[in-house]
Protein backbone atom coordinates (compact mmCIF):
# COMPACT_ATOMS: atom_id res chain seq x y z
CA UNK A 1 0.00 0.00 0.00
CA UNK A 2 1.63 3.18 -1.12
CA UNK A 3 2.14 5.82 1.21
CA UNK A 4 0.45 9.45 0.48
CA UNK A 5 2.86 12.20 1.14
CA UNK A 6 1.93 16.24 1.36
CA UNK A 7 4.34 18.67 -0.18
CA UNK A 8 3.77 21.86 -0.77
CA UNK A 9 5.68 23.41 -3.83
CA UNK A 10 6.22 27.27 -2.51
CA UNK A 11 8.16 25.51 0.71
CA UNK A 12 8.93 21.79 0.14
CA UNK A 13 9.90 20.16 3.62
CA UNK A 14 13.09 19.22 3.52
CA UNK A 15 12.31 16.17 6.07
CA UNK A 16 9.26 14.97 3.65
CA UNK A 17 11.73 15.31 0.53
CA UNK A 18 14.50 13.45 2.26
CA UNK A 19 11.71 10.50 3.02
CA UNK A 20 11.05 10.25 -0.88
CA UNK A 21 14.84 10.14 -1.12
CA UNK A 22 15.08 7.41 0.74
CA UNK A 23 12.37 5.04 -0.87
CA UNK A 24 13.56 6.34 -4.47
CA UNK A 25 17.40 4.98 -3.18
CA UNK A 26 15.62 1.90 -2.19
CA UNK A 27 14.30 1.27 -5.40
CA UNK A 28 10.80 2.68 -4.68
CA UNK A 29 8.29 4.18 -7.09
CA UNK A 30 7.17 7.39 -6.94
CA UNK A 31 4.21 9.29 -8.26
CA UNK A 32 4.90 13.31 -8.14
CA UNK A 33 3.77 16.58 -9.53
CA UNK A 34 5.13 18.42 -12.61
CA UNK A 35 4.56 22.10 -13.87
CA UNK A 36 2.33 19.47 -16.40
CA UNK A 37 0.38 16.50 -15.30
CA UNK A 38 1.53 14.05 -12.45
CA UNK A 39 3.96 11.32 -13.12
CA UNK A 40 5.71 7.84 -12.59
CA UNK A 41 8.99 7.76 -11.53
CA UNK A 42 12.23 6.33 -10.04
CA UNK A 43 16.15 6.27 -9.63
CA UNK A 44 17.72 6.00 -13.14
CA UNK A 45 20.91 4.49 -11.40
CA UNK A 46 18.04 1.11 -10.26
CA UNK A 47 17.35 -0.96 -12.75
CA UNK A 48 15.21 -3.15 -10.72
CA UNK A 49 12.79 0.02 -10.00
CA UNK A 50 13.30 0.69 -14.05
CA UNK A 51 12.04 -2.63 -14.95
CA UNK A 52 9.44 -2.42 -12.79
CA UNK A 53 8.24 0.97 -14.22
CA UNK A 54 8.27 -0.74 -17.54
CA UNK A 55 6.16 -3.73 -16.42
CA UNK A 56 3.50 -1.22 -15.14
CA UNK A 57 3.83 0.39 -18.73
CA UNK A 58 3.64 -2.95 -20.55
CA UNK A 59 6.42 -2.13 -22.19
CA UNK A 60 10.29 -3.75 -22.62
CA UNK A 61 12.85 -1.49 -20.69
CA UNK A 62 14.97 -1.23 -23.43
CA UNK A 63 12.29 -0.54 -25.30
CA UNK A 64 11.21 2.26 -23.37
CA UNK A 65 11.31 5.91 -23.81
CA UNK A 66 11.16 7.25 -20.27
CA UNK A 67 12.43 11.02 -20.15
CA UNK A 68 15.31 12.00 -17.01
CA UNK A 69 14.12 15.11 -14.68
CA UNK A 70 17.16 16.99 -14.01
CA UNK A 71 17.77 19.29 -12.02
CA UNK A 72 19.22 22.04 -14.06
CA UNK A 73 21.55 22.01 -17.26
CA UNK A 74 24.74 21.42 -15.14
CA UNK A 75 25.26 17.50 -15.55
CA UNK A 76 23.79 17.34 -19.12
CA UNK A 77 26.89 16.03 -20.62
CA UNK A 78 26.66 13.02 -18.19
CA UNK A 79 23.69 11.91 -20.28
CA UNK A 80 23.85 13.75 -23.87
CA UNK A 81 26.41 14.18 -26.52
CA UNK A 82 28.17 17.79 -26.66
CA UNK A 83 25.64 20.03 -28.13
CA UNK A 84 26.00 23.65 -30.08
CA UNK A 85 25.76 26.59 -28.71
CA UNK A 86 22.21 27.23 -30.62
CA UNK A 87 20.57 24.26 -29.51
CA UNK A 88 22.19 25.33 -25.73
CA UNK A 89 20.69 28.52 -26.22
CA UNK A 90 17.30 27.31 -26.70
CA UNK A 91 17.48 25.15 -23.78
CA UNK A 92 18.22 28.01 -21.13
CA UNK A 93 15.63 29.93 -22.33
CA UNK A 94 13.24 27.32 -22.14
CA UNK A 95 14.05 25.57 -18.98
CA UNK A 96 12.75 25.14 -16.25
CA UNK A 97 9.53 24.73 -18.26
CA UNK A 98 6.55 22.01 -19.57
CA UNK A 99 9.05 20.83 -22.43
CA UNK A 100 10.71 17.74 -23.17
CA UNK A 101 13.38 17.92 -25.48
CA UNK A 102 14.88 14.98 -27.23
CA UNK A 103 18.51 15.44 -27.26
CA UNK A 104 21.85 12.98 -28.72
CA UNK A 105 22.06 9.90 -26.36
CA UNK A 106 25.77 10.20 -24.41
CA UNK A 107 27.76 6.82 -24.50
CA UNK A 108 27.69 7.08 -20.86
CA UNK A 109 23.83 7.35 -19.94
CA UNK A 110 23.16 4.00 -17.23
CA UNK A 111 23.15 0.68 -18.55
CA UNK A 112 19.30 -0.32 -19.59
CA UNK A 113 19.69 3.30 -22.60
CA UNK A 114 23.07 2.63 -23.25
CA UNK A 115 21.66 2.11 -27.00
CA UNK A 116 19.82 4.66 -27.51
CA UNK A 117 20.53 7.21 -30.18
CA UNK A 118 18.84 10.14 -28.36
CA UNK A 119 17.24 10.63 -24.44
CA UNK A 120 14.30 13.34 -23.33
CA UNK A 121 15.33 15.66 -21.01
CA UNK A 122 12.92 17.18 -18.54
CA UNK A 123 13.38 19.73 -15.92
CA UNK A 124 10.09 20.48 -14.78
CA UNK A 125 9.02 24.45 -13.58
CA UNK A 126 8.10 22.52 -9.80
CA UNK A 127 10.06 22.79 -6.77
CA UNK A 128 9.09 19.93 -5.44
CA UNK A 129 10.16 17.32 -7.90
CA UNK A 130 13.55 19.70 -8.52
CA UNK A 131 14.51 19.42 -5.33
CA UNK A 132 13.99 15.87 -5.03
CA UNK A 133 16.45 15.28 -7.93
CA UNK A 134 18.92 18.10 -6.59
CA UNK A 135 18.93 15.97 -2.97
CA UNK A 136 18.65 12.61 -5.01
CA UNK A 137 21.95 13.47 -6.93
CA UNK A 138 20.93 12.49 -10.34
CA UNK A 139 17.63 12.01 -12.32
CA UNK A 140 14.66 10.29 -11.92
CA UNK A 141 12.85 8.92 -14.79
CA UNK A 142 9.15 10.44 -16.15
CA UNK A 143 6.57 8.64 -17.88
CA UNK A 144 2.60 10.26 -17.24
CA UNK A 145 0.03 8.68 -15.41
CA UNK A 146 -2.88 8.30 -18.04
CA UNK A 147 -6.39 8.24 -16.87
CA UNK A 148 -8.73 5.49 -18.34
CA UNK A 149 -11.65 8.19 -18.71
CA UNK A 150 -12.43 8.75 -22.28
CA UNK A 151 -12.45 12.73 -21.53
CA UNK A 152 -9.94 13.52 -19.10
CA UNK A 153 -6.58 12.30 -20.50
CA UNK A 154 -4.69 12.73 -17.43
CA UNK A 155 -5.49 12.21 -13.64
CA UNK A 156 -5.64 15.34 -11.44
CA UNK A 157 -6.41 14.82 -8.18
CA UNK A 158 -3.37 13.10 -6.00
CA UNK A 159 -6.15 11.48 -3.82
CA UNK A 160 -8.04 9.70 -6.64
CA UNK A 161 -4.15 8.91 -8.46
CA UNK A 162 -3.68 7.10 -4.92
CA UNK A 163 -6.88 5.00 -5.17
CA UNK A 164 -5.84 3.89 -7.99
CA UNK A 165 -2.03 3.69 -8.15
CA UNK A 166 -1.48 2.33 -4.24
CA UNK A 167 -0.73 -1.27 -5.07
CA UNK A 168 1.51 -0.28 -7.94
CA UNK A 169 3.69 2.53 -5.96
CA UNK A 170 5.16 2.88 -2.98
CA UNK A 171 4.74 6.78 -2.80
CA UNK A 172 2.27 9.38 -4.17
CA UNK A 173 3.16 12.71 -3.58
CA UNK A 174 0.06 15.08 -3.01
CA UNK A 175 1.97 18.48 -4.72
CA UNK A 176 -2.42 19.62 -4.67
CA UNK A 177 -3.96 19.40 -8.44
CA UNK A 178 -2.05 18.73 -11.39
CA UNK A 179 -2.83 19.74 -14.79
CA UNK A 180 -4.01 17.74 -17.32
CA UNK A 181 -1.94 18.95 -20.11
CA UNK A 182 1.32 17.22 -21.05
CA UNK A 183 4.66 18.86 -21.72
CA UNK A 184 5.34 20.29 -25.24
CA UNK A 185 7.85 17.97 -27.09
CA UNK A 186 10.40 18.86 -29.53
CA UNK A 187 13.10 17.08 -31.08
CA UNK A 188 16.65 19.06 -31.12
CA UNK A 189 18.88 15.82 -32.24
CA UNK A 190 19.03 16.90 -36.30
CA UNK A 191 19.83 20.67 -37.42
CA UNK A 192 16.57 21.71 -37.04
CA UNK A 193 14.30 21.69 -34.07
CA UNK A 194 11.22 19.14 -34.77
CA UNK A 195 7.60 19.80 -32.81
CA UNK A 196 6.56 15.97 -31.87
CA UNK A 197 3.92 17.16 -29.43
CA UNK A 198 2.53 20.58 -28.75
CA UNK A 199 1.33 20.64 -25.15
CA UNK A 200 1.86 23.08 -22.42
CA UNK A 201 4.92 24.55 -23.77
CA UNK A 202 4.49 27.73 -25.51
CA UNK A 203 6.00 27.63 -29.09
CA UNK A 204 6.37 31.16 -29.21
CA UNK A 205 10.25 31.37 -27.47
CA UNK A 206 11.03 29.76 -30.44
Known amino acids: MADIIRIYEQNPNLKEIDRVISVLKKGGLVIYPTDTVYALGCDITNIKALERVARIKGIKLEKSNFSFVCHDLSNLSDYVKQIDTSVFKILKRALPGAYTFILPGAKSLPNPFKKRKTVGIRVPDNNIILEIVKQLGNPVISTSIH ?39 IDLSNEEPIIIREGKGSLEIF
Not at 171 to 183: C, F, K, L, Q, R
Open 147 to 185: DDDEILEYTTDPELILEKWHDLVDIVIDGGYGGNEASTI
